[in-house]
């Protein structure tokens, strides 16, 4: 850890929000808690979606499907990542000495990554597609889906090492 994101992380830990978050006992498991329901809502979207490029639910036009799920998604987003930060400041010394939430962060900004390329490519010419979508398309759900089911691995995992 370089000395400047050391010092960062000592000032983001002194913030009153950061001891509020050690100092009551209800309030890190409260915020803890909307964590989970933001990406049980992200993840449930982006995964119902990924379900649908790869096959399942071909009755339901593919970006009908994504006008009703993207909000939810990107909607979401400003559950987890606020409640993520506030989880983060209540010990980020640690956290940044850890190998597992590196690894969480990488991977969110992968997911990311592959659902912009996904959104920028196939997902242009969904209208036109074949009841079986292009194989690229098939490719990002699946990348997508297991990016997600690493990345909330990893959450999990952060209270073991
Ligand atoms: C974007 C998608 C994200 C997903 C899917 C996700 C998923 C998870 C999961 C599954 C847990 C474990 C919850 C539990 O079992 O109690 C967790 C905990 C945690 N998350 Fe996230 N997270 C995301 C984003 C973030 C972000 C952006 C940050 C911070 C910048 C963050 C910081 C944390 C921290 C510090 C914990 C540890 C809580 C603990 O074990 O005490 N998360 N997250």
Not at 8 to 15: F, I
Not at 32 to 53: K, P, S, Y
Not at 136 to 154: Q, T
Request: charged share 10%; net charge positive; aromatic share 8%.
């Amino acid at each position: 850890m370089t000395p400047v994101l050391g010092d960062a992380a000592k000032l983001a830990a002194s913030l009153p929000l950061a001891q509020a978050m050690r100092e009551h006992a209800w309030l890190y498991p409260a915020v803890e808690t909307l964590h989970i329901v933001g990406f049980a809502v992200l993840v449930g979207a982006v995964a119902m979606f990924d379900l649908r490029v790869l096959g399942f639910g071909r009755q339901l036009p593919v970006k009908a499907l994504a006008r009703h799920l993207l909000p939810w998604s990107v909607g979401s987003m400003l559950l987890v990542v606020p409640t993520g930060l506030l989880l983060f400041v209540a010990d980020p010394l640690a956290l940044l000495a850890n190998r597992v939430f590196l690894l969480k962060l990488g991977l969110v900004a992968v997911a990311g990554l592959n659902a912009l390329a996904f959104h920028a490519g196939p997902y242009r010419q969904a209208d036109g597609w074949p009841p079986r979508a292009p194989a690229r398309a098939m490719l990002h759900a699946l990348l997508s889906l297991g990016l997600w089911i690493a990345v909330i691995a990893c959450g999990r995992l952060l209270a073991y090492f």
